[in-house]
């Protein structure tokens, strides 16, 4: 089946300095997956924080940037500096191109020191 | 605002009692999910609808059933509920088209503890 590996939390991080959380996943039933970044901070519902659905592009959102490598499976999460506001789970998942399921991974839980 | 709301926020249960979890969207969106997260895990899919009427089986089913009265409504039920099932619940919507193509919009979480 298919499947979403991240960096294992929790992850703490000082103000201003940088991040990548790592993703690689694996798409037995999908040739070309949608990948997407979501965010969970505390007390809320995940949302989107960026999708990139074709290979070789990059996503962006509030600093965030990721890009997709079919290559090499991955999907990693960049910023150059982040906020203690960034503190939040952070899920990386995967799709089908009719958009009627994802594949989530475990999520990375971040914590920035001010 | 369009959105996903969920109820109960907060519940408990005891063990052998029917729990029903109720998820409201204003998305006009034709697919829901029900989701339940655990710690070492990711968001598993239990069960998912098409639209009004329909129900689906997800990745972890056994224990549950679904109801989609309505566009808007999409209940999960646990007619015999058990510790195994506390856990946070999450209810999405979706749609395959348009800006939003592929994307899900969450609800809150319900977290349910079974005693």
């Known amino acids: 089946g298919d499947s979403v590996t991240q960096t294992e939390g929790p992850v703490t991080v000082s103000e201003s300095e940088s991040l990548i959380i790592n993703c690689t996943y694996s798409?037995?039933?999908?040739?070309?997956?949608?990948l997407f970044w979501y965010v969970r901070y505390p007390g809320e519902g995940l949302q989107l924080l960026l999708k990139?659905?074709?290979?070789?592009q990059k996503g962006s959102s509030r600093g965030f940037e990721a890009t997709y490598n079919k290559e090499t499976t991955s999907f990693h999460l960049q910023k150059a500096s982040v906020q203690e506001s960034d503190s939040a789970v952070y899920y990386c998942a995967l799709g089908d191109h009719m958009g009627y399921k994802l594949t989530f991974g475990t999520g990375t839980s971040l914590l920035v020191d001010p | 605002e369009a959105a996903v709301t969920q109820s109960p926020r907060n519940k408990v249960a005891v063990t052998g009692g029917k729990v029903t979890l109720s998820c409201n969207q204003t998305n006009n969106h034709n697919n829901m999910y029900w989701y339940r997260q655990d710690t070492g895990h990711g968001l598993r899919l239990i069960h998912y609808s098409y639209g009004a009427g329909s129900t689906e089986k997800g990745d972890i089913p056994d224990g549950y059933k679904a109801s989609r009265p309505s566009q808007e409504n999409f209940s999960l039920i646990l007619e015999l509920a058990t510790p195994s099932q506390t856990s946070v619940y999450f209810c999405a919507s979706g749609d395959e088209g348009g800006e939003n193509y592929a994307e899900q919009f969450f609800g809150p979480g319900t977290r349910l503890t079974v005693l």
């Open positions: 990139v659905i074709t290979a070789g």
């Open positions: 798409a037995t039933s999908i040739a070309y997956p949608n």
